[in-house]
């Protein structure tokens, strides 16, 4: 297949490339400040994800020039829709990442990010309430981005300043993860099980309990009873899915498989989060272990991704 007709077929949820190396940055960047690491490793992650993010960006830029109803198609597809939030979040994301670098940059991003963010949880809603062709089996963990995905603007929201704003966005996140949480745990427990390219993204409801809990207490400065019940809820979650272990290896390889490493990096984050609050040694651990979890997913999620885009095995047309 010759390379414009690659781009024509070029996926939007390659976005959770950029989640997923954006997640693991900001959980070096955590670690290294929270346990004392004398090697740093964000300096090679920070322009990698800066690449990612660019490359990614142009490619899919390319496909609405020259293929606009590929676009369109994606755009009015039930599951695809959601992953065109991964942009905006992937700006905040990277606001981030930048906060700690160039504070210019990061609330340019951040401010890019948040108002995308809102405009796409807008349009979803609105073609949630209004629709015609939404069904049972369409709802999956994936629903959680353009609408959850709110909770993620407060980390560097807070630290730029805009207190009511993250306010306003952590409200929106934290309401709809309870309402969408209900919908999907609906459709996992009494109708047909997730198709096995969507397996992976039972990862995702991992991610607002963790972000939820760092935004929580970014925005309050403390881990009252409501952070604790976020945070352990995510953790609960995190060890579910790691009984069922053997079921996600036996999984062929999609790119959905990305659905994997950013919300291990949330959760990573929160247990350095919930360390650095308390210095139970426990939480030392545990944060270790996370770290390392992630950073390897990625890692193989890379080789991947990298094999597979060789091989000519994804950017294909679907059946």
């Not at 994606?74 to 990442?97: W, Y």
């Not at 139970?280 to 890379?302: D, E, I, Q």
């Amino acid at each position: 297949m010759e390379n414009g007709s690659r781009i024509q077929f070029f996926p939007i949820s390659f976005f959770a490339v950029v989640m997923g190396l954006a997640g693991l940055t900001i959980a070096w960047e955590k670690a290294q400040q929270t346990l004392d690491l004398s090697f740093k490793l964000d300096g090679a992650l920070v322009p990698m994800v800066s690449l990612a993010f660019v490359a990614i960006l142009v490619t899919y830029l390319t496909k609405l020039v020259k293929f606009k109803d590929e676009v369109v198609k994606e755009f009015r597809h039930p599951i695809k829709l959601n992953f065109f939030a991964a942009i905006s979040i992937s700006l905040i994301l990277l606001s981030v990442v930048y906060l700690g670098i160039s504070h210019d940059l990061a609330h340019a991003l951040w401010i890019l990010g948040a108002a995308l963010q809102l405009v796409i949880t807008l349009y979803v809603m609105s073609s949630w309430i209004y629709h015609e062709h939404y069904q049972v089996q369409h709802s999956n963990p994936a629903w959680f981005i353009p609408v959850v995905g709110n909770v993620l603007v407060p980390i560097a929201g807070t630290g730029l300043g805009y207190f009511e704003i993250s306010w306003f966005f952590f409200s929106i996140g934290i309401v709809f993860w309870l309402v969408l949480f209900i919908i999907i745990m609906n459709r996992v427990f009494f109708h047909n099980p997730l198709p096995e390219k969507l397996m992976p993204t039972f990862f995702i409801l991992i991610a607002p309990p963790a972000v939820g809990f760092i935004s929580y207490v970014k925005l309050t400065g403390d881990i009252d009873a409501f952070a604790r019940l976020l945070y352990y809820s995510g953790l609960f979650l995190t060890l579910l899915l790691a009984t069922q272990w053997k079921r996600f290896v036996k999984i062929a390889f999609f790119l959905s498989w990305w659905a994997y490493s950013f919300p291990l990096a949330a959760i990573t984050v929160a247990t350095l989060v919930m360390y650095e609050s308390n210095n139970v040694p426990g939480f030392a651990a545990l944060s270790w272990t996370l770290l390392s979890l992630v950073t390897l997913v990625v890692v193989m999620l890379l080789y991947k991704t990298a094999r597979a885009i060789s091989q000519k095995g994804i950017c294909l047309p679907e059946d």
